[in-house]
């Protein structure tokens, strides 16, 4: 009696261990729209955990790479960032627009050599080098009123003068 008991507790615990493991250790399916930091790609991506399961193109980035393809090495890994919301499961989350306002206000600036310039300061970095960069950018964009070529001349002599 007592080895078929012992026996009856090894199993409930050994299933009470494995649900929590699965439990604990499952990945969450998400979507989202994902920006490449690079060449201005939009994809709609959908992950489980971090394994990528669908993507489809929304964009092709054509506007962001005619402007700053020539310093992106044609076989650049893409650095992909979220751009807006993300959806997981019940929860939908806003990640912020930074992703989104990089590819579309920085090949529009007047000051088009600063904007060149930026550019290739920022493939030259770390993928989160870059992001530190990307995010001083758009935040001294962010309240500018409409006058973001003001702003990014504001923005750009201040971080080169520290």
């Known amino acids: 009696m007592k080895l078929l008991l012992g026996s009856l507790a090894l199993l409930l615990c050994s299933v009470g261990i494995a649900f929590l493991l699965r439990w604990f250790g499952r990945q969450e399916r ?24 669908s993507s489809s193109l929304d964009d092709d980035g054509s506007a962001f790479s005619q402007r700053f393809g020539a310093a992106l090495p044609p076989d650049h890994a893409h650095d992909w960032m979220i751009a ?5 499961g019940n929860t939908i989350a806003y990640t912020g627009d930074t992703a989104r306002l990089w590819i579309e206000i920085l090949p529009r600036l007047a000051d088009s050599a600063g904007a060149e310039a930026l550019f ?19 935040g001294a964009l962010r309240g500018c009123g409409g006058k973001q070529d003001e ?12």
Do not use: K, P
Not at 120 to 138: K, M, N, P, W
Not at 151 to 162: L, M, P, V
């Open 30 to 53: 998400t979507a989202a729209s994902y920006v490449c930091l690079e060449c201005g790609r939009r994809e709609w991506r959908e992950h489980d955990g971090r394994e990528l399961v």
């Open 84 to 88: 807006g919301c993300i959806f997981n």
């Open 120 to 138: 290739r300061e920022a493939i030259a970095l770390t993928s989160e080098r870059r992001r530190e960069l990307i995010d001083g950018f758009v």
């Open 151 to 162: 702003a990014f001349s504001r923005w750009n002599t201040q971080r080169r003068s520290r």
